[in-house]
């Protein structure tokens, strides 16, 4: 399967997006992103293959260290290559840089690309249960508002595949946090006995960017669970540690 793109960034001719999930065009060709564990002739092939699709050298390819919080990167310049994998923590970067993918590592959390339109500013953001609860869809626009002084409604945003409704079963203490934080939270949750419930992730994070200024149709969502679909995307609800790591990536090109 070709990586999956999303229309509301693929009409900005400024920039080159992608979710990667587990295998190649070939549907066979297996995908893994993850720098920490597995094979590294798979992860080499596969960043590789990122880079391809992207247009940029696979060096260029930003990974931080996730580590389900609402720290956001501004990069400002071209990170040297010792920096690429890993040995920055965060949960979302945004830059102006050309030439540099932004990205994401993902086995259910929800996966979030943003690209401004007229200024050419790009996001990438990892959105966990505490990173949604944390509000770091709506910190993330902030930064790109305080930084380099985007508009919101200037706004493109794309949500990949991620854990859906139908498979997220969360406890009390998750239902909690999403009501705490936002007030319209029951709109995506369904419940169910003993305080527990499942969640619609996606929808949650949607709703935060609208929330944060975006044009509801300029936010897109991709509607593909993690979990039910083994033979495309890796899933830690449904494999365990032991899973791999798909790509998401934004990046800005270079001008004619």
Avoid at 32 to 55: I, N, V
Avoid at 69 to 93: C, F, H, K, W, Y
Avoid at 151 to 167: F, K, Q, R, T
Wanted: glycine share 8%.
């Amino acid at each position: 399967m070709r990586p999956i793109v999303a229309r509301v960034l693929s009409d900005i001719e400024h920039v080159a997006h992608g979710f990667f999930p587990r295998v190649q065009d070939d549907g066979e060709t297996p995908l893994d992103f993850d720098y920490r564990k597995g094979d590294p002739a798979l992860r080499r092939q596969s960043y590789a293959y990122a880079g391809r699709f992207l247009g940029i050298p696979e060096k260029r390819i930003y990974v931080t260290n996730q580590v389900h919080g609402d720290g956001i990167q501004l990069l400002r310049e071209m990170p040297d290559e010792s920096s690429v994998m890993g040995t920055v923590e965060n949960d979302a970067v945004v830059t102006d840089v050309y030439g540099v993918a932004l990205t994401v590592l993902t086995a259910d959390c929800v996966p979030i690309l943003i690209a401004d339109r007229v200024r050419r500013v790009v996001a990438a953001v990892h959105a966990g249960w505490r990173g949604t609860a944390f509000s770091i869809a709506r910190k993330a626009v902030r930064a790109m508002m305080d930084a380099f002084g985007s508009s919101p409604v200037d706004l493109a945003a794309a949500i990949g595949p991620a854990i859906g409704v139908c498979c997220y079963q969360v406890g009390p203490e998750v239902l909690r946090a999403m009501r705490t934080a936002f007030s319209w939270a029951d709109d995506y949750i369904v419940d169910e006995a003993d305080g527990h419930g499942r969640l619609d992730l996606g929808g949650i994070n949607r709703e935060a960017l609208v929330d944060a200024g975006l044009d509801r149709r300029r936010v897109e969502v991709v509607s593909r669970c993690t979990a039910c679909d083994e033979d495309l995307f890796y899933s830690y609800r449904r494999d365990g540690d032991g899973t791999g790591r798909m790509l998401s990536a934004i990046v800005l090109k270079h001008r004619e």
